[in-house]
């Protein structure tokens, strides 16, 4: 018999109770119903009702653990533990292992595992043996909370009572063992499974293959997919999908490529995720040519792109430096009614950068905040570094200004970026105070941060306080003086006419292995 929660309910009746009747859509007959939020006794029909579903539900098991499900699914876990405890406490239902395990269930499914547990006692009190199917529920529940040794120990105890665990309880239990990435936990029960001699299904393959990836060990979950595929089991995409993706994070083009052809060879199509899977993989790899004929075989096979696509394909032509291309990709993007991200933004804001176009950047940046898009670390950086190289110091200060008015924390790339804008406009004030905001956020000073503040020095002559902070490099921040340290020092040096001092500070350089242009001394 099949119950359809789709029913009807009933007004209010005996004792302000709520009736919820479930009919049988096909013979027009009432099956089950219970009744709830009163402890007034039902009279009349309603009476004659409940007592219907109490003699249903105690014949037929199967209409027990629909209710119970119906009820779960519509109302919660709460209101079907009421109704099972109605069935078994007033509708005469006697309480056997089906109906357990049916409360098992009910509790798996929102992961309860005290309740799991003390229903375990509970059965074990009332002489009800558990089975395999109760097991599993406890076991799966047990590993999904994270406690594995009392998953295992559950493994153990049945065996130990003659109940054989089945591919479904190995299954449970080498999912959550792989999750945690317990290696040898997962090895251990892996041979206690072939020991046992039950046979792996496609589900053991899976988890077989996402242990493997989430151990680096790419060439295993692809060998396992292969033999997969020859020994015609059913391949999931998803596990696939994650192999190829694990290759595209490491740039092996080859590894995705393999992948590719193993979904032609399953008979999969590359969804919508897998071909960005690709795009990831040649962008990583610098392969414009490899993402325009993935994009091509997308548009063959009739997949829409996305926000992610459109975006993979603009960081290649950014990387590229081909603007126009970058531009043409955001352009169609509109076009297909995909709304830009702000990731979107901030690469077609730094590919613009690089090409020193800052009227579409501050074009874009407007065009971002219109769409609700709040500019982030990232998208001020980019400004900063166009400014920057535009020699817009006001600009500067301002983009600064708006960071620490949203609340944006300056990072490292901010201040290199800042005290290099400033020291390249002669402003060593400005620069001063933002090496020491620099410190303030206990960022450490890099070589480019104080060669940077140095050249700043430098500039205004203040050469004794530039060589002051050569010395500090590596006595105080532990940072080598690079090429670029002494080369600006030694040039203001000599445009200075401090011909002295620059033949000094090119002695040292050059004792440290550093080549500055002879004739420059």
């Known amino acids: 018999m099949f119950v359809n929660v789709a029913s009807y309910e009933t007004g209010r009746f005996g004792g302000g109770r709520r009736a919820v009747c479930f009919v049988d859509v096909k013979c027009d007959r009432v099956l089950s119903e219970f009744v709830r939020n009163s402890r007034g006794i039902p009279s009349g029909e309603a009476l004659r009702r409940v007592q219907a579903i109490e003699a249903e539900c105690a014949r037929n098991p199967k209409v ?23 069935l078994v406490e ?61 998953a295992e120990r559950l493994v153990s105890e049945m065996q130990g009572k003659g109940i054989k665990p089945n591919v479904v309880t190995f299954n449970s239990l080498l999912t959550s063992l792989s999750e945690h990435n317990d290696t040898a936990r997962f090895r251990h029960w892996k041979s206690v499974m072939r020991k046992l001699r039950i046979p792996e299904n496609a589900v053991t393959s899976h988890i077989l293959v996402d242990s493997h990836v989430r151990l680096g060990q790419l060439i295993q979950a692809e060998n396992l997919i292969s033999d997969m595929i020859r020994r015609k089991k059913r391949v999931k995409p998803e596990s696939l999908t994650s192999v190829m993706n694990s290759y595209a994070s490491r740039g092996d083009i080859d590894g995705v490529e393999r992948c590719r052809l193993l979904f032609l060879a399953a008979g999969l199509p590359l969804g ?41 394909l603009m960081k290649a032509c950014s990387a590229k430096g081909d603007v126009r291309r970058v531009h043409r990709c955001f352009n169609q993007m509109l076009r297909f009614g995909i709304k830009p991200d702000r990731i979107t933004y901030n690469t077609l804001l730094n590919s613009l950068r690089v090409a020193g176009d800052f009227r579409n950047v501050e074009k874009y940046v407007k065009m971002m905040e219109r769409s609700g898009i709040n500019p982030d670390v990232v998208t001020y950086n980019t400004l900063l570094s166009l400014y920057s190289e535009c020699g817009r110091i006001a600009d500067v200060k ?3 200004t708006k960071m620490r008015e949203a609340n944006i924390a300056h ?18 004030d400005s620069a001063e105070e933002e090496f020491y905001n620099l410190k303030a956020s206990e960022i450490r000073p890099t070589v480019v941060t104080l060669t940077a503040l140095i050249h700043a020095h430098a500039k205004n002559e203040n ?31 000599l445009k200075h006419d401090a011909k002295d001092r620059a033949m000094k500070l090119y002695e040292e350089a050059k004792s440290q292995g550093f080549k500055i242009n002879v004739k420059t001394i």
Request: net charge negative; proline share 2%.
């Open 64 to 86: 027990f653990s629909k209710l119970i499900d119906l009820f779960h699914d519509k109302y919660g876990v709460e209101e079907a533990e009421e109704v099972w405890r109605w």
């Open 90 to 150: 007033v509708g005469g239902v006697e309480p056997n292992l089906n109906h357990f395990n049916v409360k098992m269930r009910l509790y798996s499914q929102g992961l309860e595992a005290d309740k799991m547990i003390g229903l375990k006692k509970s059965m074990e009190e009332n002489g009800i043996r558990l089975d395999v199917v109760s097991y599993t529920m406890l076991i799966h529940v047990l590993g999904k909370c994270g406690q594995l040794e009392e």
């Open 272 to 312: 919508e995720y897998a071909f960005n899977v690709l795009l990831k993989a040649f962008l990583r790899a610098g392969d414009a040519e490899g993402m325009i004929r993935t994009s091509k075989m997308m548009r063959s096979a009739k997949i829409e792109p996305n926000a992610v696509t459109f975006t993979t």
């Open 398 to 400: 301002n983009i600064s």
């Open 411 to 428: 990072t490292e790339f901010t201040y290199n970026t800042l005290i290099s804008a400033y020291a390249n406009a002669g402003d060593v």
């Open 463 to 493: 050469f004794f306080v530039a060589e002051r902070i050569l010395r500090q490099m590596k006595d105080t921040y532990g940072v080598r003086p690079n090429h670029v340290t002494y080369s600006c020092l030694i040039h203001a040096m």
